[in-house]
């Protein structure tokens, strides 16, 4: 197994932009999830979905979208990136719903200029 | 709002020794407990998980305990080795913010020295 997948590993955009962080896993998790990680703040939920087709808010979701057609691929789109959206964002799934391990993808670095 | 604190916030031991971080959290309502290792510029990888119902889990050298009533967790790291230096994360699932989310610490920064 690849467990979770990332791309990009980095990127750069201006002000404005929009791009797609792509998060995929192959252990079939329903549950998966997106974190931004910040010093001194730890890591904060953006999003999160239950299963194909079901996605809703975390706690920092302002400025992200995102979509869950199948159970292998959650992306993260940014809508019009901000610098204050500079962050390194990690994808994450979940063995089982209350119980289970969270497994993370190796995370993406973002620096809005 | 469940809040998690980890103390210390860094810590410099030589090899060998034995050492434990503490991690803390607010509301004892908790599913689970997990603590992750993460190495610099690199993913969270999952260490141990204690389930609610559990006092403690053991991996290696790696040994969690989880008081669920006062709120706290211990991770002990027993004869430390360089390839241990990493942020080591606390995260609780359940509480007042649901099964959602995991909350997290901001971590203790281990550094074993040969």
């Known amino acids: 197994n690849a467990g979770v997948t990332q791309t990009p590993k980095f990127q750069v955009l201006k002000t404005g932009q929009s791009m797609t962080l792509q998060c995929a896993q192959d252990m079939n998790h329903e549950y998966m999830s997106w974190y931004r990680q910040d010093p001194g703040m730890g890591l904060r939920l953006i999003h999160y979905s239950v299963g194909a087709g079901i996605t809703d808010q975390g706690e920092v979701p302002n400025g992200y979208n995102v979509s869950r057609s199948t159970t292998e691929d959650f992306p993260l789109r940014l809508l019009s990136a901000a610098p204050s959206q500079t962050s390194v964002y990690f994808c994450?799934?979940?063995?089982?719903?209350?119980?289970?391990?969270?497994?993370f993808g190796p995370g993406t670095r973002l620096l809005v200029l | 709002k469940q809040e998690v604190t980890q103390i210390p916030a860094a810590l410099s031991v030589p090899e060998g020794e034995n050492l434990v971080l503490n991690c803390s959290f607010t509301?004892?309502?908790?599913?689970?407990l997990q603590w992750f290792r993460q190495d610099p510029g690199k993913g969270l990888t999952s260490l141990l998980l204690i389930q609610s119902s559990q006092r403690e889990q053991t991996s290696g050298r790696l040994n969690a305990s989880l008081d669920k009533s006062s709120g706290r967790s211990t991770l002990y790291i027993a004869a430390s080795q360089p390839g241990d230096s990493a942020t080591y994360l606390c995260?609780?699932?359940?509480?007042?913010?649901?099964?959602?989310?995991?909350?997290f610490g901001t971590g203790t920064r281990l550094l074993v020295s040969p």
């Open positions: 994450a799934s979940i063995s089982g719903m209350f119980n289970g391990t969270q497994y």
């Open positions: 995260a609780v699932r359940g509480g007042n913010t649901g099964f959602q989310k995991l909350v």
């Open positions: 509301d004892s309502a908790i599913y689970n």
